[in-house]
């Protein structure tokens, strides 16, 4: 496992960029997403071409995680009222 930080250049940066963009854009369709649903899983499929090390795609990967799940409960709390 990667620990140390890895600075990106400006042109590394824009190439991951791209990739995590065109990765994002390619996610399945479905239609029983709300925008909010899909929405946080393009950020949860692009960060890890953003992200310099394996420890913080970890770290990120668990909180986008949680946040999918906190997502869902407050779509369900407001569909249930």
């Known amino acids: 496992m ?13 190439e991951r960029l791209v990739s995590a963009k065109r990765y994002a ?4 369709n479905d239609p029983n997403q709300t925008p909010e ?3 946080a899983e393009a950020l949860f499929q692009a960060l890890p071409y953003l992200l310099g090390t394996d420890r913080q795609e970890y770290h ?6 949680s946040l999918k799940i906190t997502i869902k409960e407050k779509i369900h709390e407001t569909l249930d009222r």
Do not use: D, G, H, W
């Open 60 to 65: 990120v990967e668990r909180i986008i995680k």
């Open 25 to 28: 854009n390619q996610l399945p």
């Open 2 to 14: 990667q620990n140390e930080m890895i600075y990106l250049t400006y042109n590394e940066y824009v």
């Open 37 to 39: 649903e899909k929405n």
